[in-house]
C-alpha cells in the first residue's frame, strides 16, 4: 500500500513563493506517475501538474504555467512543487496524487490510486 504525505503548506502574501514535498512509502516510487491536484472551496479539484516516472515529461496547467514547477527525486522518493510568483485565486489545498497504471498524464482525478492527506496553501493579497 502506497502512502503519500505532503508538506510545505502555509499562509503567505501574493507574489510570494512556496514548496510543497510529497514524500512516498510503500511501493516503487520510480514506476509511478505523480501528480499535484489542488481544490478550493467550492470547487472540482483540478490537476495543477504531472510528472512521468523518469522526470522527463511534465504537465501543467494553463493557469500555473511559468510560475510553477514539478520535479522529482525517485532516489529520496519525494515529488516537489514549486510555486512562485503566488496569486490568491492559487489558494486550495492541495493534494499530491499517484498511480502507477497510468500510461499518461490524466487530469481525472478518479485515475489516480493513490492519494495524500492534503496541505493547505492560502495567499493573501
Known amino acids: 500500500q502506497v502512502q503519500l504525505v505532503e508538506s510545505g503548506g502555509g499562509l503567505v502574501q501574493a507574489g510570494d513563493s512556496l514548496r510543497l514535498s510529497c514524500a512516498a512509502s510503500?511501493?516503487?516510487?520510480?514506476?509511478?506517475?505523480m501528480g499535484w491536484f489542488r481544490q478550493a472551496p467550492g470547487k472540482q479539484r483540478e490537476l495543477v501538474a504531472a510528472?512521468?516516472?523518469?522526470?522527463?515529461?511534465?504537465y501543467y496547467a494553463d493557469s500555473v504555467k511559468g510560475r510553477f514547477t514539478i520535479s522529482r527525486d525517485n532516489a529520496k522518493n519525494t515529488v516537489y512543487l514549486q510555486m512562485n510568483s503566488l496569486k490568491p485565486e492559487d489558494t486550495a489545498v492541495y493534494y499530491c496524487?499517484?498511480?502507477?497504471?497510468?500510461?499518461?498524464?490524466?487530469?481525472?482525478?478518479?485515475?489516480?490510486?493513490?492519494w495524500g492527506q492534503g496541505t493547505q496553501v492560502t495567499v493573501s493579497s
Open positions: 496524487a499517484a498511480d502507477f497504471r497510468l500510461r499518461q498524464f490524466s487530469t481525472i482525478s478518479d485515475r489516480y490510486a493513490y
Open positions: 510503500g511501493g516503487t516510487f520510480s514506476t509511478y506517475i
Open positions: 510528472i512521468s516516472r523518469s522526470g522527463a515529461m511534465t
